[in-house]
């Protein structure tokens, strides 16, 4: 096609799926400060006033001793509500008084096996194994200075900009949970005008609709979305229901891993279906999903394509991958399969090598959990740095 219009959304972090990243996240991060080869795999859900965290939890350092010896899970999930903006005196969901289940056990030995670097009976190797079998696609592009789609940029710049304003304090009616969306007009595969832009943000009860409109278009939209883009066609739907007074988890239920698009990228390109807040980079679903930003990153960024899709699978306690596969959807500037030659000699996908690579066993990931776990370059997230571009560059002559 020639024009096609395309959207992507984000959602805030106050939103109620993203407030169970986080609280998901938030846990990884303090078992990791604990014992870098923690095991975790943390699942969040939050209703009402109500929070339920379950899932594995191993940490090597302690032991048989129960997770609640090293880490008060209580504080560290209140902490993190605290930080999302949940203190409000309106606030049914509140950092202070929520009620908290933990359902968190140790990690299955089965699994355990199949991903320590060790024998094991019915194993044929002593190298540490993926987690689980599954795919994982990396995808890069020149459309924005994040080398991100532009739809999805948009929005998260909306969102980190909502965020932003309301933790100054100085727009007292705005509340923590928030969804935005843009519609962008391609013409020719390239990312022209913006069409529509859509924001819903909780607002405190009696704030006028005609203030959150002027306010949301006036110092976020025209703020951050690039003017040349928008024109007197673009059109802007502010709170189009008219009245978002009880949200995050008052108004609806959250569950941690149900915004795994808003987490890439927005749609565009593919999705292997596995989501990332609370599992540890033993865990491919994660590591092998920032591997593959890491790698098509650079190959965009050493200019062998405009735009680049990989993806590669692995079988559950095996070290290699099973697959590799690159598309530079005939952008490249050179073949796909060259392409494909100089990635599999400058970077190396068995699991412990991704890990080692990208410096993974660190409390780094409450940085990644909220506006996309990609296209981030102020958090120093190690999947976006483009330190491999010269070497791509070099191995595809």
Known sequence: MSSYIFSSESVGEGHPDKVCDTISDAI???CLAVDPKSRVACETFVKSNIVVVGGEVTI??????PIGSVIDIDTVIREAVRGIGYTNDDDVFHADTLFINNYLTTQSPDIAQGVDAKKAEGKKHAEQGAGDQGIMFGYAC?????????????AHRLGRELTRIRKTGKVKWLRPDAKTQVS???VEGKPKRIVNVVISTQHAAGTKHSDIEKFCIDQVIKKVLPKRMMDSRTEFLINPTGNFVIGGPQGDSGLTGRKIIVDTY??????GGGAFSGKDPSKVDRSAAYMGRWVAKNIVAAELAKKVEI???YAIGHPLPVSVHVDSFGTGAVSDEKILGAVLKVFSFKPADIVKQLKLL????SAST???????????????????AAALKKAAK
């Open 28 to 30: 990884l991060d303090a």
């Open 60 to 65: 090597p350092k302690i032991g048989q001793k």
């Open 142 to 154: 020149d459309e924005t200075p994040e080398l991100m789609p532009a739809p999805i940029m948009f």
């Open 184 to 186: 962008v007009e391609y």
């Open 266 to 271: 927005g749609g565009t390109g593919r999705h």
């Open 311 to 313: 993806q590669f699978a």
């Open 362 to 365: 660190r409390p780094i990931y």
């Open 370 to 388: 909220n506006y996309g776990h990609f296209g981030k370059e102020d958090c120093d997230l190690p999947w976006e740095k483009t330190n491999k």
